[in-house]
Structures are given as C-alpha cells and as structure tokens.
C-alpha cells in the first residue's frame, strides 16, 4: 500500500464511542429517538450560556475582515490575556498571556504538547482506564503509549505502579482529573505523592519528566475540589478545552498554558508553537477566539449533570449494578454484569441500551456511561436496566 499504513489503520479500526454513537443515531432515526438509550458520547446535553450567543451576535456586527481573518499563530493577544487573568484570578499566580497557546480544543492541546516534548522512542505513561483517543495521539507523536491502572478501589493515580513503570526513556505522564471514563477527581494528597515520585525518578533517570494534565472536566465536580497541578509539580504543562465547561464541543477551542514553573518555560513556549505549526494547528477559529474574550469566567452550569448523576446512580443501585461514585465529570463507571464487557455490551444493545464497554479505555470487565444526556433518557432507560439484569439473576 502506497498511503501512510499508520493513518489507515487508524482510520479504518475507528472509535468505538463513535462507532456506538453512529449506530445509536441511526436506531433513533429507525425507532424514535424516545426509544433509544444512547449513553456513548461525551456531547453536553446542556445548551452553550446565553453569554456565548450575546457575545456570537456581538461579534458579527464586527467588519468581516476583522471577523474573519487570521489571528497570530498562538491566538488573539486579548483573548490571552482574559483567560491568563482569569487563571491568575483563580490560581493566585502570575500567568502572561505568552504562556498561552489557543487550540482547536482539547484534542490539539494534547496532540501538540506532545510533539512539542517527545522525541522519537519515547514512553508516555497513561492511567488506565484512560480516553482512547489517548493512545492514538501519543502513538502518532513517535512516543510509546505505556498503561498503568489506577488504584482499583478508588481509581486514583496508583503511585507506586507508576513508579515501577517509569524508565529511561519516560517523557511524560497524561493525566485527566476530573477522570474521563471514571469520574475520580485526583486529590492534592494524590497529586502530591505523584510528583514526588515523578521528581524522585527523573533525577535517578537523569531524564526531565512532563505531566501533562488534560482538564476539560475541570468545572465539572459535585463538591469535590480540583487541586491546581503547576503548584503541585513543576514541569507541569495544562491542557484545556471549553468543549465540556461552555458546552461547545463542536467549536473546536481550547488553550495549552505552559507555567512559568517549568524550568526550561521558554524553549517550551517555541517548542509548543513549532508543534502548532509542524501540526498545522495554527490560528484557532477566530470568532470563537473573541467568544472566549467575553466568556472566560461564564460559570459552568454543574445543575442538570448533578441531577441525572442522582437519577441515573439511585436507579442503577435499586437494580443492583456496582458502580463508582463520581466526584466528577459525567460519566458512570459501572461494573459488566459478566466478566467480558463487550459481551455485556451485545446484550444491552438489543434492548437499546447504549454503553461504552471499557476495553477500549485500557481495562476489561466495565462499561461507560455518558450522562450528558437528557434527563428523560435517564429515567426512560431503567426498565431496559432492569431487564438487562434480570438476565444474570
Ligand atoms: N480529553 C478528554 C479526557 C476528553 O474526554 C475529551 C473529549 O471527550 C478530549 C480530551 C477532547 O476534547 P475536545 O473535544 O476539546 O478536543
């Protein structure tokens, strides 16, 4: 085969939480929407603030070449600025919006700080259960994607697997807390200890190691507080995305704050922005930019997502499904009903039911549940919940 065998594996193993998703949309095009429970996506139910629309309407009366043309590279220097301020304003430190790079969301945000710190032959630790886009993006910078689960009781960072798996060769470590697919928020106490052992084995490896912390679920907690982690460790790079918090996933925006914490922060800053570049991820898409400048501190409307969590985790437990109890995010860790979850999978499709079984995210025996969904497909969903368990009785 003459085209790039990588990309085409790749393209044609696609993702199973889209696969899922595609099938879920067209049973719902088959049998009506109200009859289908598709739990795949992490798309936010809740609408965008109406801020975002004042300020989309706001911007178009602009001229269109101010509207529409490139902005610099790394972004708008205004909308830097606002969201430098409004870390700084949170975080009590001291951004400048030149540690500021914007993105076309999350996936770019990872995508480039990876090829801005690997070279090739590189490992990259993950904590499983992970995101499995993960995977393809670490592989795609030349790095090695290395798994180590988390703690299986609390499914936080398992601190002493992590130190066993570190090598010469470990680049970084990706972590994202609030957790996509368990819904574990890291503690400080957590975050603590990983930095320690990450500061203790890159000095006997000799070798700088980068946590990359991946945070779009960032506003999204029940209660639980999200330690800041440059102020935990060092060489810390932050990746952010405004998909989940503003709901606007289809936007494409997001940023990459390399903290002036990082020893080598300059080399740093050019390396991120030639990783844009050699990307081709450079220049955001402009009105989204300037939605951003109005929107920073737009608050995130936790509401909805806390009342189907409720819903959807007080039903489940009447039926006798083992879960973990999220601090965080809207997603549902529950336990299969038999060991092989793509085979608990199977069955709960024929009733509708629409999971994300979790080999994918790097750990058998468990299924993801979305709950960015309506809170009427939570509630229409329990009596094929109930079925489904009625099979293992
Ligand atoms: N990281 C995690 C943990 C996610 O769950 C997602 C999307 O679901 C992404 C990154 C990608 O986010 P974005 O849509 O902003 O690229």
């Not at 603030?49 to 101010?66: F, H, K, M, Y």
Request: aromatic share 10%.
């Amino acid at each position: 085969m003459s085209i790039n065998e990588t990309s085409y594996a790749f393209g044609a193993a696609k993702s199973s939480i889209r696969e899922i998703a595609a099938y879920g949309a067209a049973r719902k095009a088959a049998i009506g929407a109200e009859n289908v429970f598709d739990f795949s996506l992490g798309n936010p139910s809740i609408p965008a603030p109406d801020a975002v629309r004042a300020s989309i309407e706001r911007c178009a009366q602009l001229p269109p070449n101010a509207l529409h043309s490139y902005t610099p590279a790394a972004g708008l220097p205004e909308t830097r600025q606002a969201v430098a301020d409004s870390l700084n304003r949170r975080f009590d430190t001291a951004y400048a919006p030149e540690d500021l790079y914007l993105t076309c969301g999350a996936a770019a945000s990872i995508s480039i700080t990876l090829h801005a710190i690997v070279n090739p032959g590189d490992e990259v630790i993950v904590v499983a259960p992970y995101f499995p886009e993960y995977r393809v993006w670490i592989e795609t910078s030349g790095a090695t994607c290395v798994e180590v689960m988390a703690d299986p009781s609390t499914f936080q960072v398992d601190t002493a697997a992590v130190a066993a798996a570190v090598t010469g060769k470990t680049k970084a470590v990706l972590i994202d807390s609030p957790n996509n697919p368990v819904g574990a928020v890291y503690s400080a106490e957590n975050l603590a200890d990983l930095a320690a052992v990450l500061r203790e084995r890159s000095e006997a490896m000799g070798q700088e190691i980068y946590l990359i912390s991946d945070e779009p679920y960032r506003e999204i907690v029940y209660g639980a507080e999200v330690p800041w982690v440059p102020s935990i460790y060092d060489r810390t790079i932050v990746c952010y995305s405004y998909s989940k918090s503003l709901s606007l996933p289809g936007e494409r925006i997001g940023w990459i704050l390399v903290p002036g914490t990082n020893p080598e922060h300059d080399e740093l800053v050019l390396a991120v922005a030639g990783a844009g570049r050699k990307l081709g991820f450079v220049c955001a898409p402009a009105l989204f930019q300037r939605v951003l400048a109005d929107c920073v501190d737009v608050p995130t409307n936790v509401e909805a997502y806390a009342r189907n969590r409720e819903a959807l985790t007080s039903g489940l437990s009447k039926l006798g499904y083992e879960y973990i109890e999220p601090q965080g995010a809207f997603y549902l860790w529950v336990k299969a009903l038999e060991p092989d979850a793509q085979a608990f999978f199977e069955k709960a499709k024929l009733l509708e039911l629409l999971p994300v079984p979790s080999d994918s995210f790097g750990c058998p025996g468990w299924v993801r549940l979305g709950y960015c969904v309506s809170h009427e497909t939570i509630v229409g969903s329990m009596p094929a919940w109930e079925r489904l368990a009625s099979y293992y009785v």
